[in-house]
Structure formats: structure tokens, C-alpha cells
């Protein structure tokens, strides 16, 4: 009776150590957060102004705008997407679909989870010497070298979408007559593109965030110029201009400005994502 009462006292300790445990840890990751959120908010929403987003820097008044920055960085995001999207979500298809030899999509599923790994300002080496090269150094060269590190994150993540659709579903439009081409396209990823647009905003919030590949492969400038004049020509993204005005000319405040305005664009696009599972969810539910 004794040793079961110490068997039953020892395991509600460890019971109660792993729990608090696992509360401390959550508690310290939410501080961290709301501390790194915070801080980031405070230090730069008071540089926020109208004049600091709308207008381009000009050197001869002292003045600091992000426009150009802005722009750059919609530019590289609409070129990327409209690359890696559809060399992503084909190769998926073809993978998971069509691809009746087996070692050969193990060996392309494990290249795919081996680029996921690697550092990105290896991929901005690549880049350079590659895209850089040819193109010179431009959004188009960096555009480029951002889909080639978002393909496998696009890839992988439809494929695990087109996964989840019921091989009942392919059956029975088999069983109507049709074809394996009207097959996908009807049935098979309508049935999962909710992952697959997820998975794109994601590969948005990841192309927002880079800086060491674009540092090798877009450069600095922060010259205002249209979609393709801009493409082909030299340009800061928000994330490399924060890195240039807090390393090389010390303007803080307005790095942090551009932090926070990163910070909220990630936000959305984290919400955004919610939200279109959350639709197709309820969508398919009906």
C-alpha cells in the first residue's frame, strides 16, 4: 500500500512538473512575442507620416521616403508569384497525378526538402553569379532567385493539399468517363485549393521577409520607375532598405518605421491566410 501511495505521489509530481513546465514555456514565448511586437510598434509607428510613405528620398533636402522601397517590394512579389505559382502547383500535379515512377518522385520530393534547408544568402550567391550575370543586377535577377527558393515551399505544400482529396472522388469521375486531365481539373483541385492558396500567401510572407538573397541580386537603389522599367533595373526592397538605413547610413528611427510596417503586412498576411481556409473550409462543409 505504501509503495503504491509513492508510485502515486511521484507520478502526480511529474505530472505537475511537466505541466508547469509546459505553462512556463508557453508563457515565455507569448512575453517574447508581445515584447518583440511591441517594441518593434513603440519605436516605430511615431516615424510613420503620410510624406515618409508617399514620396522617394531625395539626398539634396534630406528628406527619407519609402515609396520606391514599397513599390520594389510589390514589384518582386507579383513577379515571383507569377513564376513559382504555376511551376510550383504543376510540378505538384505531375508529381502526385501523373508520375508512375516512384524513386524518381522520392528523389525530387527529397531535393525539394533539401533547398527548403538551405540558407537563403547561399541561394543570393547563386543568384548573383547566375541571374546576375545575365541580367544584371535587377528585380528580375532577384525575383528569380526568389522562386527558386520558394518552389519547393509552393511544391510540397500542394502536393500534401492534393493528398487530402479522397481517392474516392478520382474514382467515381472515372467511373462517369472522364478523362485524367478533366479529372484534376474539376475534381481534384478544387478539392484542395484552399491549401494550395495558402500556401502561396505564406511563400508572400517568406518573400517580404528576405534580405540576404536580394543584398547579392537587387541591390539598393531606391529610384522610382514603373513595373517593367523597375524589373529591369536596380532596386531596394522594404527589407533591404532597412538593413541599409540601420547598418550603413544609422537612421534607427527609420528602420524601425519600416519594421513596423513589415510587421503589419506579415500580420495581414497571416490573417489572410486564416481567413481563405476558414472560407473553403465552410465552402466544402456545405
Not at 486564416?274 to 473550409?281: C, D, G, I, P, S
Request: hydrophobic residues 50%.
Amino acid at each position: 500500500m505504501r509503495n503504491k501511495n509513492k508510485i502515486s505521489r511521484s507520478r502526480n509530481l511529474f505530472l505537475w512538473t511537466v505541466r508547469g513546465g509546459m505553462y512556463a514555456a508557453t508563457a515565455l514565448t507569448g512575453l517574447l512575442t508581445l515584447f518583440i511586437v511591441g517594441y518593434v510598434l513603440i519605436q516605430g509607428i511615431p516615424n510613420l507620416s503620410w510624406e515618409f510613405i508617399s514620396t522617394k528620398p531625395s539626398y539634396l533636402s534630406g528628406n527619407i521616403g519609402i515609396l520606391p522601397d514599397i513599390l520594389n517590394t510589390v514589384y518582386i512579389v507579383i513577379a515571383t508569384l507569377l513564376i513559382v505559382i504555376p511551376l510550383g502547383v504543376g510540378a505538384a500535379v505531375y508529381l502526385t497525378e501523373y508520375a508512375t515512377n516512384q524513386k524518381l518522385v522520392g528523389i525530387i520530393e527529397y531535393a525539394a526538402e533539401a533547398l527548403s534547408g538551405i540558407p537563403s544568402i547561399i541561394y543570393g550567391l547563386v543568384g548573383m553569379l547566375i541571374f546576375s550575370n545575365s541580367l544584371g543586377t535587377s528585380l528580375m535577377s532577384g525575383s528569380l532567385t526568389l522562386v527558386i527558393m520558394n518552389l519547393p515551399t509552393i511544391m510540397r505544400n500542394t502536393q500534401e493539399s492534393l493528398k487530402t482529396v479522397p481517392q474516392s472522388y478520382r474514382e467515381g469521375a472515372f467511373g462517369l468517363g472522364a478523362g485524367k486531365w478533366r479529372v484534376v481539373r474539376t475534381v481534384v483541385l478544387p478539392g484542395c485549393v484552399d491549401g494550395v492558396i495558402t500556401g502561396c500567401i505564406l511563400s508572400v510572407g517568406r518573400i517580404l521577409g528576405e534580405s540576404a538573397a536580394l543584398l547579392f541580386t537587387a541591390g539598393f537603389a531606391h529610384a522610382l520607375n514603373g513595373f517593367v522599367e523597375g524589373l529591369g533595373s536596380a532596386g531596394a526592397t522594404l527589407t533591404v532598405a532597412l538593413y541599409v538605413y540601420a547598418k550603413e547610413q544609422g537612421e534607427f528611427g527609420v528602420a524601425f518605421a519600416i519594421a513596423a510596417i513589415l510587421m503589419v503586412l506579415a500580420f495581414g498576411i497571416n490573417l489572410s491566410a486564416t481567413a481563405v481556409t476558414k472560407h473553403f473550409q465552410k465552402k466544402n462543409a456545405v
